[in-house]
């Protein structure tokens, strides 16, 4: 394990961040076009913030625009609190986007993406994965949820966090910059019971890390459960498929579902089956092989219990890694999450283009999106995600940019 990420660098809690110590340059340049002359070699570290577009009842989306001191630039927007792109080096130097998405607002709020809803980029809430039928008990009531993934409630519900404004509050200090987004999920929306405050802070550092911190309070007793819904690239977006990419993933085992994607329950071992990514192995070299567990998955899409557990919620251990041989580009995801759902784009169809007009195609993207189990309001035995009033929800991903020659382990 070559990183702990025991002691975060000016990681005091996004909470402390005051509005007095955000210094933001804004306006200085266009949400497109100028970008790629900033991005880079060259490029000055900052902040800045432009106009994303506007949703269909006028409320203005804006986009925020972060170079850190190494020329790694990422974009992310309010609206949902997508990444919109992430440019960063391959092994030669060179700078390209890693994750999938769009160039306009339009393209987000487009019947198409919206029957599709890969989740491209975006802040999942207020539960990230499945629930069994859009129903769970709790104190002794039952709630429904919306259904929106047969009969199963996936992300949130209908209107999940990856599709609400939320409040946006840039910030820079001598780590990095980024982007405090609140959003108060009201009593009984998408079938919740309690009134949600959620908060979520991107920092993008100096050291190349993506840090993504978590919080959330509520008035009732609720599940919660917030991911972030990134897929990756590492040739850079529209460059195909993802199965050349080695993948580890830090699990001695996982969750088996069935055919909806719901957990059995049981905790299997990973050993001896396609799901064993103890030590790095392309993505692709096991995926089409006879098992039940793909067939259910279209491919992988299931969650990986963490063989390492935090130590405390601000204190991520390594879960994944992926390679990518082309570039050189590796991604290093740490967490204080129990677990991570690895997602190998399956449902992508060639139906959705992208940035570079490129058609995303089968398997041209994966997602690791660090979490508790699927359905733990309905499985006692899985780690609670029940959050209680007076409590306060806290998680930590940090995502760690980097390129190298071999896959190293
Ligand atoms: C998650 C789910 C997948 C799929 C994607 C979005 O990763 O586990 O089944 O719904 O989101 O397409």
Same mark, same amino acid.
């Given at each position: 394990m070559p990183l702990t990420y025991v002691s975060m660098r000016g990681a005091a809690s996004p909470l402390l961040l005051s509005a007095a110590a955000a210094v933001v340059m804004l306006g200085?340049?266009?949400?497109?076009?100028s970008a790629e002359a900033a991005s880079g070699n060259g490029a000055v570290r900052g902040v800045d913030q432009s106009v994303f577009g506007q949703l269909p009842d006028g409320r203005q989306v804006d986009v925020y625009r972060f170079i850190n001191a190494n020329g790694i630039e990422m974009r992310v927007t309010n609206y949902g609190g997508i990444i919109l792109s992430l440019k960063t080096p391959d092994v030669r130097g060179e700078f390209d986007d890693i994750v999938l998405g769009f160039d306009s607002l339009e393209d987000y709020l487009s019947d198409e993406y919206r029957q599709a809803n890969p989740y491209f980029g975006a802040l999942i809430g207020r539960y990230g994965n499945r629930i069994a039928g859009g129903q769970f008990s709790l104190d002794g009531e039952t709630y429904s949820l919306a259904t929106n993934d047969g009969d199963n409630h996936l992300h @949130? =519900?209908?209107?999940?966090?990856?599709?609400v404004l939320w409040q946006a509050e840039p910030f820079e200090n001598d780590d990095g910059a980024g982007l405090i987004l609140r959003y108060t999920s009201e009593?009984?929306?998408?079938?919740?019971p309690g009134r949600l405050e959620a908060e979520v802070t991107y920092t993008l550092t100096d050291s190349d890390e993506l840090i993504v911190d978590y919080r959330a309070a509520t008035d009732k007793a609720t599940p919660v459960n917030l991911t972030q819904h990134s897929y990756f690239?590492?040739? @850079?977006? =529209?460059? @195909?498929?993802?199965?050349?990419h080695h993948l580890t993933i830090n699990a001695d085992a996982f969750t088996p579902v069935d055919e909806t994607l719901i957990p059995t329950g049981e905790i299997r071992?990973?050993?001896?089956?396609?799901?064993?990514?103890?030590?790095?192995?392309?993505?692709?070299?096991?995926?089409?092989?006879?098992n039940e567990q793909l067939t259910f998955g279209k491919g992988y899409d299931h969650n990986f219990v963490l063989a390492e557990q935090a130590a405390s919620p601000s204190e991520p251990v390594l879960a994944a890694r992926v390679w990518e041989p082309e570039s050189g580009r590796l991604l290093e995801i740490a967490t204080t999450e129990p677990a991570i759902q690895f997602y190998s784009g399956n449902f992508l169809a060639g139906d959705l283009t992208g940035k570079r007009g490129q058609a995303y195609e089968h398997r041209s993207g994966f997602a690791l999106e660090t979490q508790h189990y699927p359905d733990s309001p309905n499985q006692a035995d899985f780690p609670s995600t029940i959050l209680e009033p007076g409590e306060t929800y806290r998680s930590r991903t940090i995502y760690r940019f980097s390129a190298q020659e071999t896959a190293g382990s």
């Open positions: 200085a340049a266009e949400a497109h076009g @949130g =519900g209908r209107q999940g966090f990856d599709r009593d009984g929306e998408e079938g919740y690239n590492l040739e @850079g977006e =529209g460059g @195909g498929s993802i199965l050349d071992p990973v050993a001896g089956t396609p799901f064993d990514f103890t030590q790095p192995t392309p993505i692709g070299e096991r995926i089409e092989q006879d």
